[in-house]
Every structure is written in structure tokens, then in C-alpha cells.
């Protein structure tokens, strides 16, 4: 199963990563439809097409055996997606469970809670099995699809096993693994209770790759500590066979934004966007719903800026989009109420019969209407806790090649490594400090504004999704060429 191109020569790309991009929803006459989910880790490989790629991942929902499932299977192939069917209990288990409440949080360097389920040994004992099986279930259903030649990108941190049990049954296979949030500090990843079984079964991969090279050097340097291996400029090396470790950032396919911005449908909405917006300067904010994105400081940041700048309380509008994700887990249920309880703070307060401040949008919106807001805004706020990269901050700079927009960004977020220069960088536990850089956003002069944009422009165009997957690819290739060399000497 997978897509065709006219060049037959290209090799086969199978893409792993925990959820298929698209998620199956049933509809009334039994049939199933399929709809794309909002993602960066979709949105970057949506904008890979050098490759005859076959995507395998879970497809979100539970179908039991039967003809139910055949059909789903049936429509996924269609696409040249293949799904990994999980029982609810693994999947409570493994993703609710051992990815999000447990993986996630400590790469995005929230600690181990005591006061969780976590301190039950067996809770953990329960998740850290069940994460186990879903990754054998990954396992199986590469082994049936792979063929000889063909190339295995295995992505994130759900799939951090499968390395090693893909090369434990096929040891010639081609297998790279990539991983989409940060690669935290060794002193932070060696409380995992299960850290060294990670770190082997990853080390299994022939190359490892990163956003950025301090996430590349954190990780090498948990091996070296934990694993007591040496790590190398190349990676990290165990008994003479060496594991290439690193840094490819990620980008986006700025063409695919550039050419939605010519549509009738987005130009329509953007005419309708002004007309509503005239008058006021607006600030856009897109999120997933999560901790780690910092919504509900970038909320706190706004009624600073709010209390202490009445001249702009009916002449600045904060319009944040937050598309609810992992709605299973408490913790973002909390998140949810939190943000909320915020915007109805800071609405009651500063609103007015006329203006409310904040615009807040609990859902996914289409992609004509996210690109026409990117384009309409004034700033852009990203003001993530922690990010692997941020996508949404290259998005808005792709998407406003007219007004020169001003991105506000976190500094703990991948992407102030790359579009530092032009963005204004702050830190989003310092309220004071980012209520001051909104203020310097609004004021910024015409000049510095299309100045600092030219340079994140640049950037966004240049290392963009395609050029991100080519070079891992390539080099995934070549670590064999140089193994196979190092066997034959
Ligand atoms: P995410 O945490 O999902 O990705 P990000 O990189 O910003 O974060 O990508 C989000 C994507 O979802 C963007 O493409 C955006 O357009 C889309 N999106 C978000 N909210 C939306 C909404 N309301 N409606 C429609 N679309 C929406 C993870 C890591 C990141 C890393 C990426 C890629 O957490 O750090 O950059 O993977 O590696």
C-alpha cells in the first residue's frame, strides 16, 4: 500500500508515528469519512512529497474485528495509510497513560508527581506494559508491510521501543527515528523509572535526529551518564558501533500557505477579517489545548499589558484559538477550566458594550480560515512553556509577506533558535517582561517591523519540511552505506 509517483525509482518511505494523520469518523449511512487532524508532526509531513511514503499509525478510534473494521481498513488504503488497531484498555494504558501523563510531561520538564497515580508502583508498572505491547503492535504491522529497500522513519516519543524490535526481527533494515518534542536535560530524563530500556531500544535506530542540537546534546549526554557510553561528535558509541545522533530542524511547506493566501475562499475571508477588525491592532494566538503551549501566562501577560496601558484597553484584541487535544486526560481538563475562568476574568473586567478583548475559540479551524487569520494579524503571541520546535510561529511568518506582522516568541521554544533574530524573545514565567514586549510589538516602528520579518522569511522558506525530510532521509542512507563499509573492513 502506498502512494505512486512517476518516478518509479523512489525509494518507499514508511512513516510510524503513534496516530495516522487523519482521524476516522463514522458517518450516518455506516460509511466512514476522514478527516485531518491539527498536528505539528502532520502538518511537516503533510509537506514531504520527494517520497513514495505508506503511513502506518493508529487510527483514534476502537473497531472491533469485523466488517466494520475491514471497511475502515479498506478507506485508510485508499490513502496509503495503514492502521494499527489498539485495544481501549492498552490505549488508556500507553497513550493516555505512559505518553502523555508520563513521557510528555517529563520531556517538556514537568518532574514525576508524587501526589499522581504515578507514586503506585503498579500504576506504572501496568502503563510502562501496556506501552510495551503498543509498540510491539507497531512492530508487527511494519514487519508486514516492510519490504527489502524500503526505509523506516519511526516518529516521537510513543515509539521510542520500536527501534530495537524492528531491528531484533529484520537487522537490515534502514530505521531512523525522530523526535518532535525536546530532548530534556539528563538531570531531568534519569528520574524515569525505565530510563535505560528507552535509551537502549533507541540507540537501536541508525540515526536519531533532533529539533536542535542542545535536545541532541541532552540526549547524548543521558547515554554517556546512564548507559556509561562514549558520545562522540557523530553520536554515541557502544562497543565500536556507533548510533549517529542529530540536530534537523523541522520546517513547514511555505508554498502550501503562500498559495491559499491567492484563493478566492481566503481572500474573502481576510475582506471580512478587516472590515470586523478596522480600527484595532490584533494579536493572534493558536494553540493546542496543553500546558506546555503557556496560554494560560500569554492570558496573564494580556490583562498586564491591559491594567497597564488604558489607552489600548478598546484598541487591541487578543484572538486565541486553542484546539482542545487529549480531552481524556484530567490534567487537560483542568487547563481547559483554567483558561476559561481567565478569559471570563479579563473579558468582565475590560470589556465593554462594544469591544471584548479577548476572542477565544475552542476548536480546530479549517485551514482557509487559520491562513486567513495568520494573514489579518497584527502580532502573533507564542508563548510556549517548553516546544519542541513550534510550527504555528512559522506559520504566521509564511503567511504575512504583506504586513510584516511582529512574532512574539518564548525562548523555550525550538523555533527562537531559528527565528531568534527576527522575533521578540521572552520568557513567558516574567508577566512583566511579556506585557513589555507586547507593548514594544505594538509600537514597533514600519521599519524594524519589515526588517525583522525579511529575516524570519527567509528563514521559513529556506529550511522548510521538504528539505527537513531529504537531509534525514539522505543521511539515514548513508549511515548504512558507512556501516556496511565498516563491516567489510
Ligand atoms: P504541536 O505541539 O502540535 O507539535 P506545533 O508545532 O505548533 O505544535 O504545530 C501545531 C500545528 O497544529 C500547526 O500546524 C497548526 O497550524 C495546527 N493547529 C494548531 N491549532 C489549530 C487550530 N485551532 N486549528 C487548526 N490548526 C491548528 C509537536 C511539537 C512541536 C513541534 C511539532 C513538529 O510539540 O514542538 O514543532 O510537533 O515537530
Known amino acids: 500500500v502506498y502512494q505512486t509517483y512517476e518516478n518509479a525509482s523512489q525509494q518507499r518511505l514508511i512513516v510510524v508515528a503513534n496516530r495516522l494523520p487523519v482521524s476516522a469518523v463514522r458517518e450516518r449511512d455506516g460509511s466512514w469519512s476522514l478527516q485531518v487532524s491539527a498536528g505539528g508532526l502532520v502538518s511537516a509531513l503533510m509537506g514531504v512529497s520527494n517520497f513514495k511514503t505508506c503511513w502506518i499509525g493508529w487510527p483514534g478510534v476502537y473497531v472491533p474485528e469485523g466488517p466494520e473494521r475491514d471497511a475502515l481498513t479498506a478507506a485508510l488504503a485508499k490513502e496509503c495509510y495503514v492502521p494499527v488497531y489498539l485495544d481501549p484498555k492498552i490505549v488508556d494504558l500507553h497513550y493516555n497513560g505512559f505518553c502523555n501523563s508520563v513521557l510528555w510531561q517529563l520531556f517538556h520538564y514537568v518532574p514525576l508527581n508524587m501526589d499522581s497515580k504515578l507514586s503506585e508502583t503498579r500504576t506504572l508498572q501496568f502503563q510502562w506494559a501496556a506501552h510495551q505491547s503498543a509498540n510491539q503492535r507497531f512492530a508487527d504491522v511494519v514487519l508486514r508491510n516492510y519490504s527489502a529497500g524500503d526505509v523506516v522513519w519511526v516518529q516521537d516519543y510513543h515509539l521510542m521501543l520500536l527501534p530495537a524490535m524492528l531491528k531484533n526481527r529484520a537487522p537490515k ?43 541532541a546534546r541532552h540526549f547524548v549526554s543521558a547515554c554517556t551518564r546512564i548507559l556509561g557510553l562514549e558520545g562522540t561528535p557523530e553520536g554515541v558509541e557502544d562497543n565500536g558501533s556507533l548510533t549517529r545522533v542529530a540536530a534537523f530542524p523541522i520546517g513547514i511547506d511555505p508554498e502550501r500557505f503562500a498559495r491559499a493566501l491567492e484563493k478566492p475562499n481566503v481572500k474573502a475571508h481576510i475582506a471580512q477579517l478587516l472590515n470586523r477588525y478596522a480600527g484595532r491592532k490584533v494579536m493572534l494566538g493558536v494553540d493546542r489545548l496543553d500546558m506546555i503551549k503557556g496560554i494560560p501566562q500569554k492570558l496573564l501577560a494580556f490583562e498586564k499589558f491591559l491594567e497597564e496601558h488604558p489607552q489600548w484597553r478598546d484598541k487591541v484584541l487578543l484572538v486565541q484559538i486553542a484546539v482542545p487535544s487529549r480531552t481524556d486526560v484530567p490534567e487537560y481538563q483542568r487547563l481547559r477550566s483554567m483558561v476559561h475562568e481567565i478569559v471570563g476574568r479579563i473579558n468582565g473586567h475590560y470589556g465593554t458594550l462594544t469591544h471584548v478583548p479577548i476572542h477565544h475559540l475552542d476548536r480546530q479551524l479549517a485551514f482557509h480560515e487559520l491562513c486567513a487569520l495568520y ?27 504583506d504586513n510584516a506582522g511582529v512574532l512574539v516568541l518564548s525562548e523555550f521554544a525550538g523555533a527562537a533558535q531559528s527565528l531568534g533574530a527576527g522575533a521578540i524573545l521572552v520568557n513567558p514565567w516574567n508577566i512583566t517582561d511579556m506585557a513589555a514586549a507586547i507593548e514594544d510589538a505594538l509600537t514597533m516602528s514600519d521599519q524594524e517591523r519589515r526588517e525583522r520579518h525579511r529575516q524570519n522569511y527567509m528563514h521559513v522558506t529556506i529550511h522548510t519540511s521538504q528539505t527537513w525530510a531529504d537531509t534525514f532521509i539522505s543521511e539515514l542512507n548513508d549511515t548504512h552505506v558507512e556501516a556496511e563499509l565498516r563491516t567489510k573492513h
Open 173 to 215: 533494515m534502514k530505521v531512523g527515528w525522530f523526535l518532535h518534542t525536546p530532548f530534556p536535560s539528563s538531570e531531568i530524563y534519569r528520574t524515569l523509572p525505565v530510563r535505560e530500556e528507552v535509551l537502549r531500544a533507541v540507540l537501536k535506530a541508525d540515526l536519531i535526529g533532533f529539533h536542535t542540537y542542545d535536545y
Open 375 to 401: 494573514a489579518v494579524t497584527d502580532i502573533a503571541l507564542v508563548t510556549s512553556l517548553r516546544d519542541g520546535m513550534n510550527l504555528v510561529s512559522y506559520e504566521y511568518v509564511a503567511c504575512q509577506s
